[in-house]
């Protein structure tokens, strides 16, 4: 069976036309080859240095008094207009989560950015922007407490574990790969036909110039001029074949 199969093959490969390759055909071959071992690496590497940064959440808010008590009260456009609550504000928040969406033409990794709390407490000088609070720290507690019951359970996470987690695209990894492959086997090859083009034309050049030189009668290797000369096939400045 295998030996039939590989007899057909030999038939197939012996009556098939022979492809003509030339060194630009192999050029072209090996920077196909070439683009599809490198576009991983270079998806990784744009993963690495291209980010645009966006902001993923962003909530306001205000601190009220409630006997004794410092509790938040987030920003929320219809909570805003049925709050019956009537406390006096003390100070705003302002706690925003930006995310840095990695990689190009495809976002290939998000990596989340610590959560930046501005405070601006009315009964203090100055506003604290981007402020650190100690995990006891009674506006912290406020904060966490009024986004536990608005259901913002990832700026909750976020703000609780002060951790900054890279989420992996998966599904945007080989996508984005593919696309580099494309992108660099057809920018190889127009490369390489440029580079082809270019030394076609050297060569036309060349050749145009040698045969002006023997129309005029000069050798077309240094341009001594031969006319008048007895007839010889080597040029008798250079050496070189003439005719
Ligand atoms: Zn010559």
Redesign the pocket.
Known sequence: MLRRVRHKLRLINYHSATRKTTAWDRAADMAFFASFFLCLPVAYLLNLTVTRNTTAIDIMGRFVQDQGRTIARLNQADQQRTSTFTGASTGNFHLTIVESLRGWPLTTSIAQQPVRLDLDILSEVKERPNAQLAADDPLRLAIERALDEAGETRALQALKSGESPVRQQWIAWPIAAGVWWIMLAIGSSIAIGMARLVTLWVQSKFSLRKAQLRAEGK?S????DMQGLEFNEK?P??G?LVW
């Open positions: 050798c290797n240094c341009g001594y040029c400045e250079c070189s």
